[in-house]
């Protein structure tokens, strides 16, 4: 029904980006903290992946909705998107490789699950989302489809690798869960900053 | 005339409680960016003030109001802490010593420069402020007291040094700037975020 | 006239070996200090051919001479490799982006002069180089070659774009200076590790 | 019998006081990996006990040993130096608090050890150690002395706290068993190179 209006997504939009770029550099310290070539070559390549949904979904997104790239990079970042992006950083400066790799995962899963919920809700009967028409469709269509969900997969498989062959004491597993809890918070906020235009 | 609410004053507190520890560790971060012993020691020094701050002033407030140290420890951090604590810490992870001294100034002198407003307006005709009975007047002469306002002397002295030692180029000093706005800026949202209690 | 021990060289190429995951673990905390996406990219791009170059370039080493990768992942790291490479992550650690690339710089110029000096040398009348049948040919060929030297170039470029943008003050030239100085003169003791097996 | 020549000595004291650089840098980097207060305060109480180091102990030396601040200062680092103190920062840079804390401990219980072996040997009969006249004896009674005994014992203690609390996995104990070997041989290297003079 198009309720979301579009000053909100345009807002998101151009947040999105700034909170990407802290994204990107995190994964470049996890690649600083990387112990073999394997794990330095897996972050490089997350970064890539970064680096495309930047230059490609973004550039589709603006220009469907009338965002110049002087705008883009312009526009003032939120508390909201400094306090995710930079806490990001500080998990990578304090904690060990594993403990960011957390840390990003929230991000990462949290929109692959927002993604195949949205179409999820679509394919329920009496709906409140339409797909067809919808000016959201290819962010809907970006994050439920399978390059995305591809990216999702991998990544739990990463996390699933290291619980397995480094085991998390108790105290490390609540601190993962904090990072964890911190970041859907922030991420939480984020969301919650695009519908007040904060 | 006492018209700030004391649970914005205890909000603040505790939330001043979260940062400081980030304050201490970015201090802690251009201890390990330091050149020379002398910029290690001085760093060192203003991590035991911070501390000393954190141990006495803090306590003595806690006591005063009734916050036990659990409700300190355990009371969740806002995304206006979050946002300008680990801002801190990015920008002493992506600059160098001095880009990170002037993030930390911005503090330091922010609350030299309310103190002294507090009591010049005290000071003044027809004043909006009490400072007889005033419920928050250690706060006042903490900050706006001798030690303090040395330290923002101090504070000040180093940068002046650095300017004079190390002149920056013209984008330096837009980068200086642009990281002194973002400072003063996160600090306003961290005062709001004790008057609205978020 | 191949007069470099076999076992120089293999050790060379296994020293190198470490020394690259320090080289592209430093790009990538030059990708975290990063403030522009332009810089992000550009710093993905360098961590790709590291990456490239070690797993083409050393691979056929390792075959040549026969060298499994077992031998390269357990090789134990020389005191010359570490001391170049952690220095790396130091001047990272405490410099800005622009010191980074300079200490990133002296080994990429490094190694392109050398490959271009054998070359000249082997060119020269009466030469004690014989790139005919020489079993060191790959490797003067690769730091030689076009795809290697337009890196350097690329590097150069990129050190002048930011003396202009951002001119250096004496202080700042004087610190690049010694972080290139103190660059060279680990370097030396890496190819003297090599010749001394140590 | 006093057989360690006096340029060992120097040279050693020399390039202690480069490494006792790097060794206040890495607490610094461990006060801002640190998520508590109490470790904050324990980070910044070393970093006091290592200024009180230099600035008394090596003071004392370079009286005694007639090498001025100035000598100090612009001696060049040796290799062996950058190597074991660039490490620590590494470690700090891509490993968690306690990992840090186990490379720190290698050097605190190292000269802890070296101070009580010279005390024992010398106790023994038929000793090669006379403590009498020995130019070297501050040395020796400094770090067999109460207070850097204490200072070693505490950091027993610390460790110990950290893998009650957080038992290691295996991988990670690994980890820190090669943390702990990669120090004490880097140790090593900066004793070879007093005695070799590189």
């Known amino acids: 029904m198009g309720v979301l209006p579009r ?7 151009k947040q999105d980006y700034h909170y990407l770029k802290y994204y990107a550099r995190a994964y470049g310290l996890l690649l600083a903290k990387s112990r073999s070539y394997a794990m330095i070559t897996s972050a490089a390549s997350t970064i890539q992946n970064v680096l495309r949904e930047v ?3 973004h550039k589709v997104f603006c220009k469907e909705w009338s965002i110049t790239s002087e705008e883009l990079e312009s526009s003032p970042e939120s508390p909201a998107t400094t306090a995710y992006g930079a806490y990001l950083l500080d998990v990578g400066l304090h904690g060990d490789d594993s403990k960011l790799l957390v840390a990003l995962a929230a991000c ?4 692959g699950e927002v993604g195949l919920w949205i ?11 339409t797909l067809e028409g919808n000016p959201y469709l290819r962010w809907i269509e970006d994050y439920s489809g399978r390059d995305y969900q591809n990216a999702v997969k991998q990544g739990i498989e990463i ?23 911190k970041c859907t918070s ?8 695009a519908l007040t235009l904060t």
């Open 55 to 57: 230059s490609t979904m």
């Open 108 to 111: 990462l899963l949290g929109y």
């Open 119 to 129: 179409k999820a809700e679509a394919a329920a009967e009496d709906t409140w989302v």
């Open 159 to 181: 996390l699933e690798e290291i619980v397995i062959k480094d085991p998390p004491s108790t105290l490390r597993l609540a601190q993962f869960k904090e990072v964890w809890n």
């Open 186 to 193: 922030l991420e939480k906020g984020f969301w919650d900053m």
């Open 7 to 13: 000053e909100c997504f345009v807002h998101f939009i």
